[in-house]
């Protein structure tokens, strides 16, 4: 477990692997929760963003779909670049999904699985709402592909949310060479209960269709919608909030700081640091990059 001004960050076995993450995106803007995603650049000194732009052809997104989105993600991570400092390593799958050198490990990892008797475990990853599509299939056999891919690259560590357990799962049982580490929890707004979300999937509201922030959103939105938050999604907040404020030489509260806040008092304090030290230093920077 690592810390930031005695703030809890994501469970990892080594902070000195070579580590990567993968990130999508979506229609709709770019979730306050790539934040902390970003925020690891402080934390690790060889971390990598794997931009997962290949995968949303794979879904069926139309091409110039993609390439808007992936703008609107770019431009979200110069911003934050700007703001706190810290540029972070940056590949894209479309550089290397189509190589010869990749379509061959996936033949071979498509025939790996069979020969162990995993076709289960990959029919099990794959989401119900994508069942229906005709390259589902693939989807999960990519994603374990793009790992083995990096492996061979010298990447040892890889970090996600935790609905990515169910893949990494599978990789150790192929033995792969990986270690697996897991973001903090990520949630949506209100909600009486703390609904977990994919942190970069904008249409990602959890099973009571809850709200998300969006960087570029303006303080009275924001407000608004932390307002409606419960106290374990207020804590949250609270803590990537306060990792950025830390990063920023600006107010922060400990972990056990937040701990022992509750109701009222954890709104206001909600509010105040995501505001000071996340939304007002982004506004005019991301308004230059989109």
């Given at each position: 477990?690592?810390?930031?001004?005695?703030?809890?960050?994501?469970h990892?076995?080594?902070?000195?692997?070579?580590?990567?993450?993968?990130?999508?995106?979506?229609?709709?803007?770019?979730?306050?929760?790539?934040?902390?995603?970003?925020?690891?650049?402080?934390?690790?000194?060889?971390?990598?963003?794997?931009?997962?732009?290949?995968?949303?052809?794979?879904?069926?997104?139309?091409?110039?779909?993609?390439h808007?989105?992936r703008?609107?993600?770019?431009?979200?991570?110069?911003?934050?670049?700007?703001?706190?400092?810290?540029?972070?390593?940056?590949?894209y799958?479309?550089?290397?999904?189509?190589?010869d050198?990749?379509?061959?490990?996936?033949?071979?990892?498509?025939?790996?699985?069979?020969?162990?008797?995993?076709?289960?475990?990959?029919?099990?990853?794959?989401?119900?709402?994508?069942?229906?599509?005709?390259?589902?299939?693939?989807?999960?056999?990519?994603?374990?592909?793009?790992?083995?891919?990096?492996s061979?690259?010298?990447?040892?560590?890889?970090?996600?949310?935790?609905?990515?357990?169910?893949?990494?799962?599978i990789?150790?049982?192929?033995?792969f060479?990986m270690?697996?580490?897991y973001?903090?929890?990520?949630y949506a707004?209100?909600?009486?209960?703390?609904d977990?979300?994919?942190?970069?999937?904008?249409?990602?509201?959890?099973?009571?269709?809850?709200?998300?922030?969006?960087?570029?959103?303006?303080?009275?939105?924001?407000?608004?919608?932390?307002?409606?938050?419960?106290?374990?999604?207020?804590?949250?907040?609270?803590?990537?909030?306060?990792?950025?404020?830390?990063?920023?030489?600006?107010?922060?509260l400990?972990e056990?700081?937040?701990?022992?806040?509750?109701?009222?008092?954890?709104?206001?304090?909600?509010?105040?640091?995501?505001?000071?030290?996340?939304?007002?230093p982004?506004?005019?920077?991301?308004?230059?990059?989109c």
């Open positions: 477990m690592l810390t930031v001004g005695g703030l809890l960050v994501p990892l076995e080594d902070s000195n692997k070579k580590s990567f993450l993968g990130i999508g995106f979506g229609a709709g803007g770019v979730p306050i929760d790539i934040v902390p995603i970003y925020q690891l650049t402080a934390l690790l000194p060889d971390f990598t963003l794997l931009i997962v732009d290949e995968f949303l052809g794979i879904n069926g997104v139309d091409e110039s779909v993609v808007r989105e703008g609107q993600l770019v431009a979200t991570l110069n911003a934050l670049e700007k703001v706190y400092g810290m540029p972070v390593k940056r590949e799958c479309s550089e290397f999904m189509g190589t050198e990749y379509v061959e490990l996936f033949s071979q990892l498509n025939s790996e699985i069979r020969r162990e008797g995993l076709e289960g475990a990959i029919e099990f990853a794959i989401p119900m709402s994508k069942r229906n599509v005709a390259s589902a299939c693939e989807y999960p056999v990519h994603e374990l592909a793009c790992v083995k891919y990096l061979a690259r010298g990447f040892t560590q890889k970090i996600g949310p935790s609905k990515e357990i169910v893949y990494d799962r990789m150790s049982l192929l033995g060479q270690s697996f580490g973001l903090l929890e990520a707004l209100g909600t009486k209960s703390a977990v979300v994919v942190h970069y999937v904008p249409r990602s509201r959890g099973p009571n269709n809850g709200q998300r922030i969006f960087l570029g959103e303006d303080v009275e939105k924001v407000t608004a919608k932390l307002q409606q938050g419960c106290d374990e999604v207020l804590r949250y907040f609270c803590k990537i909030a306060s990792v950025s404020g830390r990063l920023l030489g600006k107010d922060y400990a056990e700081e937040i701990a022992g806040l509750y109701a009222k008092k954890l709104k206001r304090e909600a509010v105040r640091l995501v505001v000071q030290n996340i939304v007002e982004c506004e005019g920077v991301q308004d230059e990059n």
